[in-house]
């Protein structure tokens, strides 16, 4: 059974950044696609970032050019740069990752087969 553990988490106010990580316990990235997604209270759970096993990379429209998914491989780490937060951001943000070395539906929460519990993100106007 796949762990993931998301941090990096916390309270910013608007224009900040913040970087989030995932550690997995996989050997290796191989054989996954990996995602970001958050859900803001009462909202669906959305797709914001995903990476397959080659560093190919999908964004959601709303953080293109403000978010950066990316990999160490190394150390197994999966992390997520997000600069000039809106308020908008405010939610709770998961790690996933789907089965396969290339993503299939990188956006979408049910194509994914393993989550970590959540880290929290909060941005004030």
């Known amino acids: 059974q796949m762990q993931l553990v998301e941090s990096g988490g916390g309270s910013v106010q608007a224009g900040g950044s913040l970087r989030l990580s995932c550690a997995a316990s996989i050997p290796t990235w191989s054989g996954y696609c990996m995602g970001w997604f958050r859900q803001a209270p009462g909202e669906k759970r959305e797709g914001v970032a995903a990476?397959?096993?080659?560093?190919?990379?999908t964004y959601a429209d709303s953080v293109k050019g403000r978010f950066t998914i990316s990999k160490d491989n190394a150390k197994n780490i999966l992390y997520l740069q997000m600069n000039t937060l809106k308020p908008e951001d405010t939610a709770m943000y998961y790690c996933?990752?789907?089965?396969?070395?290339?993503?299939?539906?990188?956006?979408?929460?049910?194509?994914?087969?393993?989550w970590g519990q959540g880290t929290q993100v909060t941005v004030s106007s």
């Open positions: 990476i397959d096993s080659d560093g190919a990379s």
């Open positions: 996933a990752a789907q089965v396969g070395g290339t993503c299939r539906l990188a956006l979408v929460h049910w194509s994914y087969n393993y």
